[in-house]
């Protein structure tokens, strides 16, 4: 028997069941909460997922290392290449391949314009889902923007596909370049506008200050990583804690929170933002001292030669026939590397028999461990502050069932 | 694997290590029914202090084979416990094997609240069955499945389709 | 390429040769005088039936963020009177079913859509709500049109959001041509009992 406000309640009849989901506005992607309710009241909430289950695990068992990429975009789809370095990275600590440095610069500001990217969405559907469509309609614009840099680097806009093992399938077009040039110049404007309009606004932070709160602690207990964990006070960033790609010279913060409430998130994803902004600039400046034709490590074991040398060289004939039969051994290792993903610390675990295609590739997606925690999050709250804590919290379906 | 690592975890688990390596991350193996008195000990030995639950799943070894240092005993299920010391940014991987017919182990729901889905997860994957967890069902795939669709012999694709399949290539 | 709004574009946009003026909004055929239009009624509910379209985004995944690229203001798909998403089944119009739909969901969709009242449209976005997409597996429905009756394919892994835009403005070209009684026609009836949908 629960209590409320010190009553003790004689019977369960009282409560309200209400089914939010799985289609509902306020739900992006489809996940179903049976919510117990008092009155306005959440008392208590039962979660149901996998109505987007795509058995990402299963398909990997059969796919040799470069088509599992586009199962990867697929996870956290609003920020594509972030996953899709990850993945290359697990690949490459599997195969022992070093990386020139200009190859983990590019990746560095693939990377953080994929993170703004994503925490763009959330923001500013944080925005909607209090009311608030302009945020929407303005940044969505700049999201827009840093499509056409993808599609100039591969071709895609949204499941990029990125890179290939080692590096990337082409250098960056000098068009990429304008774009991120102009990227760097004129964002920063436009995004202090649109965070001027929710960040300070005394709507927005009667809605969310203090709203689905979660203390540092237990936030631990439920495995929380990423924004959602600096928001609640740790301090925790893949990208300091175990540095990859080159993260180790850059300098940059990493926002913390004070309580873990939806406010606390949707300010740390926002200077977040400001702090992948500095990283690119930084990755930018470095480049200028590495030699601009460097975009990919010598593995001709891995990656497709091109067609022109396919038809003149034996060697690279060889090379492509090798790639495509699968004849390449690969080591048998068992490898983890986890990447800050938008969400948090996205692992892969890959088991590697010596096989075309991995034995067991464990996927370790964020937000499926934290969105256990949502019923804790939300208990005691009202109904619109479980809509505002569900968007806060930036649950991906791809990423929540895989 | 680090020495001082290796002998701390000695000296906390002892007899409970069946055998150790450390490719990439530090790995020992431990019986199914000690592990959660090895993953307890971990996480309340103030030296190791493996207080973060980073990842829980199953394995499947139809053959009983895989994994280094155990010859094949015709266990067939595993487990992997991924724990990680947030202070000194240590993982460690703690894995066990089951008899085959019974994949059963303690649930780690009492010490990581995390693991209540990943546990929930590796049922519903692979049929290892956690005691103690409160809400032991399936999660990701349909509730009414009798059968676990991440081992190696349940067929991957969908097998109602006709139109894919092709007398040369198969599907 | 096309214009950027904020810098200047990188290709020079050339106009097509020979290219005739579009209009996206064309009156049906009719007799025009001083102060007056008329059409049959058929062309004058079809009309209005596809200028006050209310879609229900039921969007599930990666062609879901494409979908709100398309109603953002870039792409906008407010132009086509189609920014007032309606939530609800019953208030609904178009069905849009954007991503990849598990067996798990299925019978929600069915639900879905056998809410909605006549006259009522589904628009598959994707390759995955057309075909079960590059998921050939055992939890993922192949193509929503196992269960709901499709009216327009829209495919893409995700489509672009124009690619989208061509699929709306074929449910209107649908809606907008379509006989008054083709709802309670015998080949539509059979459509539905096909689907056990009555």
Redesign the interface.
Known sequence: METIKGNAVKDESRYLTLNLGPTHPATHGIFQNVLKMDGEIVVDAEQTVGYIHRAFEKIAERRPLYQITTLTDRLNYCSSPLNNMGWHMTVEKLLGIELPRRVELLRVIIMELARISDHLICTSIIGVDSGALTGFMYIFQWREFIYEIYESICGARLTTNMGRVGGFERNFPPEAWEKIDHFLARYLKDFEEFDSLLSRNRIFMDRTLGVGKISGERALAYGFTGPNLRAAGVDYDVRVAHPYSGYGEFKFDIPVGVEGSAYDRFMVRQEEIRQSHAIIRQAVEKLRDEDPAVFRAEVPDWVLPPKEAVYSEMEALIYHFKNVMGEVEMPVREVYHSIEAGNGELGFYLFSDGGRTPYRLRLRRPCFIYYQAFPEMIRGSLLSDAVVTLSSMNIIAGELDA | MDEALLADLRRVLGERILFHEA???P?IGVEASALFDAVTALYRDEALAY?????L?G?HYPAGA?EAGREARGEDLGL?V?LYN?EK?R?L?VTCRFPVGSPEVASLTPL???A???ER?TYD?FGIRFKGHPNLK?????ESMTVF??RKD????????ED?DDPMFG? | MGVNPMGKPSVPIQPLSGAKTLSPVEPPPGLEGQGFFATTLDAAVGLARKGSMWPLPYATSCCGIEFMSTAASHYDIGRFGMERFSYSPRQADLLMVMGTIAKKLGPILRTVYEQMAEPRWVLSVGACASSGGIFDTYSVLQGIDRIIPVDVYVPGCPPRPEQILDGILRVHYLASHESLRRRDSEEYKALLAHYGIE
């Open positions: 490719d990439d991350v790995t207080r973060y639950l980073t990842d799943f394995m895989g992997q991924l947030m940014g993982r991987r990581f609240p995390a209540n889905w990943l997860e994957f399936r999660i990701l795939n349909i669709p991440m349940f067929p991957l694709e969908d097998q109602s389709r894919k599907r």
